[in-house]
Every structure is written in C-alpha cells, then in structure tokens.
C-alpha cells in the first residue's frame, strides 16, 4: 500500500475537536509529526530529554521564553532546545501548528497538568 497523503490543516479542522489536543500525523523512526491547534496560552514547561520543533501551518503563535517572546507566523520553524522552558500562546485564532519530536514526548513535559494528553490519537 502507497503511503497516505494528509493535508494537516484540512485534517486538524476535521479531526481535531479541543485546542492544545495534539493528534499524530505520522511516525519517522523513533519521532513523530504532531499537528495541534492552539488555545490562548498553555503550561509553562521544559522537555529535560527532548528538543521540539514547531511549524506553525496557519495562524501566528508566540512561543514565551523566560527571557522573553519569539512570534511566528504561518510557514515560521523554530526549534526549543531540550532542558529550555517554554510557553506556547496563538496570537490568532486556533492557529493550526506542526510539531516534530520524540515518540515519547510528554506535550506538557515537566509539567503534568489538565492540559497533559498521555495518549494521541491519530489523524
């Protein structure tokens, strides 16, 4: 069977039903591309083991450091250091955003909360 095409922002509108609910979109050996939509602002957190990667799809975001913002708009890539904590935050409504990390990865790291999700779903 030929891999499945997915177009994320078309799934995440389709699939995805609560903000910060990241839902995988396909394993790449040991990681996986999650695709979330973003709420107003989530847990401060820092992932000790994991660097994590964002591509934001549509929609800007924020992502909080301790020593301040860093803004990405739609197409903008960054990558967060493991150990560094961070805060992600749209800027616009449910902005959908791709993340590269880690099959393990905890979505809220350090920081277990009400916003932790232990089990994904899939696209």
């Not at 699939?15 to 591309?33: E, L, R, S, Y």
């Not at 591509?55 to 909080?64: E, F, H, Q, Y």
Request: proline content about 7%; charged content about 30%.
């Amino acid at each position: 069977m030929p891999p499945r095409k997915i177009n994320l922002v078309e799934a995440a509108d389709q699939k995805i039903a609560k903000v910060f609910d990241p839902h995988i979109a396909g394993d790449v050996n040991d990681a996986q591309a999650k695709v979330a939509k973003f709420g107003e602002v989530f847990d401060w957190h820092a992932h000790d083991h994991e660097d994590e990667a964002f591509l934001v799809l549509r929609g800007r975001i924020a992502i909080d450091f301790r020593d301040g913002p860093v803004e990405l708009g739609e197409g903008d890539f960054i990558v967060v250091p493991r150990g560094v904590e961070h805060r992600p935050r749209s800027l616009t409504k449910e902005p959908v955003v791709l993340m590269f990390e880690p099959a393990t990865t905890l979505n809220t790291g350090n920081a277990k909360s009400e916003l932790t999700v232990s089990e994904l779903k899939r696209l």
